[in-house]
């Protein structure tokens, strides 16, 4: 098979997360990923005793869930994506804000699904494709305009549908994902870019543009936000679309889909036996 893409640069995204670690960090988005992470776990009836936390950038995650599981460790996502979970070691696995930026997803999913015992759970959250639409129009619309091209500037991400689609091809079992879109309002897009900063997300792609920004093309950037996307009281929107995904491990014990032909009745018979009493078909 062919080797995947490589979109990011891993090693500048470490530091930059270290560097957002070590001043002020702005965690509103982790915050509530981690509220929701505890909320749905204690809503699955199972006692987890050796899960682990791929990925996520801060020691918050486990530190909600301390009490909650038993042995949680923390696993780093290496340069080379290879990760080293021994083969049916796991019984749950979680990870916040994290698989947005590895350049193998199918891959990695693929490696948890390994690493996860028979009805093993993961649960995870990424960001999806509509994460910062306004600021990569934005960007676009004033490079256009200044520079005459344009350069990538916020990381591609997979839509719902397709990470639904990664869960099955990695080989999990009642796949489910759904989208938390969250609007964070800001006076403008220099601020927004310093949460960016602060969040340690700032452009990581292996093809991002090396040379520093031209003011001219900032400043039409940020007027452009304003022209665009900004509420009656002037102050700005930025998306943030969270993409929820969990899958089992397959185990007998699960619900199984019906075999093809096995129905009992079909839905002709039951449209036409609706329609003869008189009422819609459910």
Not at 112 to 117: D, G, P, S, V
Not at 267 to 275: D, F, I, P, T
Request: aromatic letters at 4%; proline letters at 6%.
């Amino acid at each position: 098979m062919a080797a995947a893409p490589l979109l990011f640069d891993r090693v500048q995204l470490r530091r930059r997360l270290e560097r957002a670690a070590a001043r002020d960090p702005a965690t509103f988005l982790l915050d509530r990923v981690t509220e929701e992470m505890t909320d749905r776990l204690h809503a699955v009836l199972r006692d987890f005793s050796c899960a682990a936390d791929l990925g996520t950038p801060t020691a918050q995650l486990r530190t909600a869930l301390a009490g909650q599981l038993g042995a949680l460790q923390a696993v780093e996502v290496p340069d080379d994506e290879h990760l080293r979970l021994a083969p049916q070691s796991l019984d749950l696995v979680v990870s916040a804000l994290a698989l947005q930026f590895v350049n193998d997803l199918p891959g990695v999913l693929a490696q948890l699904r390994r690493a996860l015992k028979p009805d093993g759970l993961l649960l995870a959250v990424l960001t999806g494709g509509d994460t910062l639409t306004e600021l990569r129009q934005a960007f676009a619309a004033a490079e256009a305009e200044i520079e005459g091209g344009v350069s990538p500037r916020v990381a591609p991400a997979a839509d719902l549908r397709d990470l639904g689609a990664l869960l099955q091809r990695a080989g999990f079992a009642l796949p489910v994902t759904d989208v938390d879109r969250v609007v964070v309002r800001y006076d403008h897009a220099f601020a927004l870019m310093q949460d960016l900063r602060r969040m340690g997300a700032t452009n990581v792609l292996v093809e991002r543009r090396r040379q520093p920004l031209r003011r001219a093309t900032l400043t039409r950037m940020a007027q452009l936000y304003a022209e665009r996307f900004s509420d009656a009281d002037g102050r700005i929107r930025a998306t943030f679309e969270l993409v929820w995904l969990s899958g089992w491990a397959p185990h007998d014990s699960q619900q199984q889909p019906l075999k093809p032909g096995s129905a009992q009745a079909s839905l002709e018979q039951a449209v036409k036996g609706a329609s003869e009493q008189g009422r819609p078909p459910r």
